[in-house]
C-alpha cells in the first residue's frame, strides 16, 4: 500500500497573493477583524492567568503581592492587570498584506515588555492558530460574496 503526502502550501500562498492583488480592502477588512478576534483571545487569557501556550502565568513575588492586596487587587493568581491601561491600550493596524498587534502607548509598552519577558503573554498559542485562521476565512468569505 502506498500512502501519497501532496503539500499544496505553495498553491495556498499563490493564491492569497492574488486575492490580496484583486481585493486588498476585503483582505485588509479581514485582517483587522482577526486582528480584533486574536486581541480579544489574549486579554481573555490573560485575565485568567494562562500565558500563550495554555499553562499558568509564574506566581507574583511576595512583595509584589502584598503591594497589590494592599492596593486591593486580587492576588490569587496574575492577570497583569492593575490599573487596566496596558491591556487596553493593546491596539491593532491593518493592511492588505498584514496585520499589526500592538501597544500604542509607549509607557504601557515598555510595562507590556517586561511582562512578556516573565510571563509570555503577548503571542499566539498552537491551539489559537487554527481559530484565528477561521476567523479570517470566515469574515473573507462572508465579504466577497457581498
Request: charged residues 20%; hydrophobic residues 35%; glycine residues 6%.
Amino acid at each position: 500500500m502506498k500512502i501519497t503526502v501532496e503539500d499544496n502550501s505553495l498553491q495556498v500562498v499563490r493564491n492569497f497573493e492574488k486575492q490580496v492583488r484583486e481585493q486588498p480592502l476585503i483582505v485588509k477588512t479581514a485582517l483587522g477583524r482577526t486582528a480584533e478576534f486574536l486581541m480579544g483571545l489574549i486579554k481573555q487569557r490573560t485575565a485568567r492567568g494562562i500565558n500563550a501556550d495554555g499553562n499558568s502565568f509564574p506566581p507574583y513575588t511576595e512583595a509584589y503581592k502584598i503591594f497589590r492586596q494592599n492596593a486591593g487587587r486580587q492576588t490569587q493568581y496574575p492577570d497583569l492587570n492593575f490599573s487596566g491601561q496596558m491591556l487596553s491600550n493593546i491596539t491593532q493596524r491593518s493592511q492588505p498584506t498584514q496585520a499589526i498587534i500592538y501597544f500604542a502607548n509607549k509607557f504601557q509598552n515598555v510595562k507590556a515588555l517586561g511582562n512578556q519577558k516573565k510571563r509570555k503573554f503577548f503571542a499566539i498559542g498552537a491551539r489559537e492558530i487554527q481559530p484565528v485562521m477561521n476567523v479570517f476565512m470566515q469574515t473573507y468569505n462572508k465579504l466577497s460574496k457581498i
